[in-house]
C-alpha cells in the first residue's frame, strides 16, 4: 500500500488516464440508450459484463461506515442501500463507459467499506456515505474528512429527506469545513455534473422501493416539505466540488432495486445510472 497523504493530491496518474477513457463515448441524454442498454442485462449479477481490471488499479466504490446516533424512516444509516447499490453502480459503470472497475477473485465487482480514521481511506478517490442526517462525527473524524477532501478526495452524499436531516447534516460537515469559509450551493444545471456523459436535464426524486409501494407510487418521503429534490455542493478554493448532497432523492435505490421490480426500474433507474455516472466521472477526473 502507499504511503497515506504522500502527495496533495489522491487520484494517481493511472487513474486519471484510465478514467478519461470513459470520455470515448458519445454524450447521450438520459432518455436515450441508457435504458435500452439495461434493459438487454437487467438482473444481472454474475460478474464484470464490462471493461474490468482485476489488478486493483480500476474504479472502486468506497463507502463510509459511520456513527449512527438518531434514525430516519427507511432508512438503515451507512448500510442504506448497501451493498447492491455500490455493487451495481459499479457494474454498470463498466458496461456502459469504458472505466475498468476492480474486481475480486471471482472477477465480480469488489467494493470497499472505510472509515474515517483507516489509511484506506485515502486510497479512495471516490467516497459514499447514505442517510447522512443520522450521523455524527467526532473531532478526529472530522479533521481526517477535511483532509482527505482538501488533498482531492471527494465525497458524495445521498439518501436523506427533509429540513432537519439537512440540518442535522449541515451540522456535521460544517465540523470538517466550515460554511464561513466554505458554503453550499446548488450546482448550477450547466455544470458537468449534468452532461459529463449523459445529459440530465434535472435531479430526479427517486423513492426507496418501500415507500414508493406503500404509497400507491409516491416520489417525496416526507410529504410537502421534501416535494423538491436539490442536488447541492461544497467546492474547494480552486473551484472543484469536494462534497456533493443530493438531498429528497434516494439515488442509489435507482441502483439497489434494479432487478426487484419492473416498473420501479424503468421509471427510475436509468435516470439513478445517468446521474450516477455523470458523477464518478466528474469526481475521478477532477
Not at 23 to 30: D, E, H, L
Not at 36 to 45: E, H, T
Not at 110 to 126: K, N, R, S, Y
Not at 267 to 283: C, D, E, M, Q, T
Request: glycine share 10%; charged share 25%.
Amino acid at each position: 500500500m502507499s504511503e497515506v497523504g504522500r502527495r496533495g493530491w489522491i487520484r494517481g496518474a493511472v487513474m486519471a488516464g484510465l478514467m478519461a477513457l470513459a470520455f470515448g463515448v458519445p454524450r447521450v441524454s438520459a432518455a436515450q440508450g441508457i435504458d435500452q442498454r439495461l434493459r438487454a442485462s437487467r438482473g444481472y449479477y454474475g460478474g464484470t459484463e464490462g471493461f474490468a481490471d482485476p489488478s486493483g488499479r480500476a474504479f472502486t466504490f468506497c463507502r463510509v461506515e459511520y456513527r449512527q446516533v438518531r434514525r430516519e424512516a427507511y432508512g438503515r444509516g451507512w448500510r442504506t442501500d448497501y451493498p447492491d447499490a455500490d455493487r451495481n453502480l459499479m457494474l454498470r459503470l463498466s458496461q456502459l463507459t469504458k472505466t475498468p472497475i476492480r474486481t475480486n477473485s471471482r472477477g465480480r465487482p469488489e467494493h470497499l467499506v472505510v472509515h474515517f480514521t483507516d489509511d484506506e481511506l485515502f486510497q479512495c478517490p471516490f467516497i459514499f456515505m447514505s442517510d447522512v442526517g443520522t450521523m455524527a462525527l467526532n473531532s478526529e473524524e472530522a479533521e481526517r474528512l477535511r483532509k482527505y477532501l482538501l488533498r482531492g478526495g471527494f465525497l458524495w452524499v445521498d439518501d436523506f429527506w427533509g429540513e432537519f436531516a439537512w440540518d442535522k447534516w449541515v451540522d456535521e460537515i460544517s465540523k470538517a469545513l466550515p460554511r464561513g469559509e466554505y458554503p453550499i450551493e446548488d450546482v448550477p444545471s450547466g455544470h458537468m455534473i449534468f452532461n459529463a456523459l449523459y445529459n440530465v436535464y434535472e435531479v430526479p426524486q427517486i423513492p426507496s422501493i418501500q415507500y414508493w409501494r406503500r404509497s400507491g407510487g409516491g416520489t417525496s418521503e416526507r410529504g410537502f416539505e421534501s416535494a423538491v429534490p436539490h442536488l447541492r455542493s461544497i467546492r474547494d478554493l480552486n473551484g472543484r466540488i469536494i462534497v456533493l448532497m443530493s438531498h429528497n432523492t434516494d439515488i442509489a435505490d435507482g441502483w439497489e432495486r434494479e432487478g426487484e421490480e419492473e416498473a420501479f426500474f424503468f421509471r427510475f433507474s436509468p435516470k439513478a445510472y445517468a446521474l450516477g455516472i455523470n458523477i464518478v466521472l466528474y469526481a475521478l477526473t477532477h
